[in-house]
């Protein structure tokens, strides 16, 4: 593959079937991007080479495949379109069959992933936080040392909470429990076949040494958290007393004991509860769950019966 290049390859599976939009096909040639999509990786202690194993989801063409297999790593790569299949079983026909490229048939969000080092891909907008949602609950030993995907800019920066006030919310909140992220190039459009209309983002996950432990109740985070943002013109008191509507789903947690909660905080509140949800540091948020945690209401009997 030393002759081939990522413009190659996009054109070799146009020259089959056309982008489909409805799979958010973009298919990215700039080279110094998807360089950079490695270089990322070098950046946080986490190269790619013959010892590790990436996972690729939407490969397309293959042009972030071959530069990927170009640094020695392996590669899974999850393709859902069938042409798309067929253009990387006829282009990379030496690298699966020496195992260095492993294809997966199916939807990336559904189908059972390998254990890796890397995720690596340019993505499909569509896909963005359901993707993210399944990489943050990964158990911590399967968590991969380095993630790096393309994204809408706009994602981007909500993911990393870099993009000023409205960018805070709960995906970067949630996100950033467990996860850095660091932003890399704004790509323009004109790097992709076909052309987006929105500028991409590269953005990197690297597990966090820092974050909660294992007994930090993640679901009730998501939960409240989700709960305040979906009103984020209203003060945090105003919100936080009005019960959440999947309170329930979360072990332990009921409508009565949640009110009984806010009541107690309220008498002396971790932050500032008249405050907008935008204004609040995310270990602010992780105090409010610690102590949602630690409360127990006094005659708990009652409380679970409602």
Not at 236 to 249: D, G, T
Request: glycine share 6%; hydrophobic share 40%.
């Amino acid at each position: 593959m030393e002759d081939v290049d990522a413009r190659l390859l996009i054109d070799l599976l146009l020259d089959h079937q056309s982008a489909v939009r409805s799979l958010g096909q973009h298919f990215l040639h700039d080279e110094s991007v998807l360089n950079e999509a490695i270089t990322l990786c070098e950046d946080a202690n986490a190269s790619l080479h013959e010892g590790t194993h990436v996972i690729e989801i939407g490969p397309g063409p293959g042009s972030l495949t071959l530069h990927l297999l170009r640094t020695g790593t392996k590669v899974t790569a999850i393709e859902i379109d069938e042409e798309a299949v067929n253009h990387l079983n006829r282009n990379f026909r030496k690298e699966i069959s020496s195992g260095k490229l492993n294809l997966y048939v199916g939807d990336g969000l559904k189908i059972e992933w390998p254990i890796s080092t890397h995720i690596i891909a340019n993505i499909p907008y569509q896909i963005s936080s359901p993707l993210i949602d399944r990489i943050c609950r990964l158990s911590e030993e399967n968590r991969p040392m380095c993630v790096v995907l393309l994204v809408q800019q706009e994602f981007a920066e909500r993911l990393s909470l870099q993009g000023g006030p409205d960018s805070m919310g709960s995906l970067g909140l949630t996100t950033a429990l467990d996860w850095d992220v660091t932003l890399g190039s704004v790509v323009s459009p004109h790097c992709f076949v076909p052309s987006p209309k929105v500028h991409s983002r590269l953005v990197r996950l690297i597990p966090r040494i820092d974050g909660p432990g294992s007994d930090f109740d993640r679901k009730l985070h998501r939960i409240v958290v989700r709960h305040v943002f979906e009103q984020r013109r209203r003060k945090v008191r105003s919100r936080l007393k009005e019960v959440p509507k999947r309170i329930q789903r979360v072990q332990g947690w009921y409508r009565s004991k949640w009110k009984a909660a806010i009541r107690f905080l309220d008498e002396n509140p971790p932050f500032n509860f008249d405050a907008r949800p935008d204004e609040i540091k995310p270990e602010e948020w992780i105090e409010l769950i610690n102590q949602l945690q630690r409360f127990e209401p006094e005659y708990d009997a009652v409380f679970a019966s409602d």
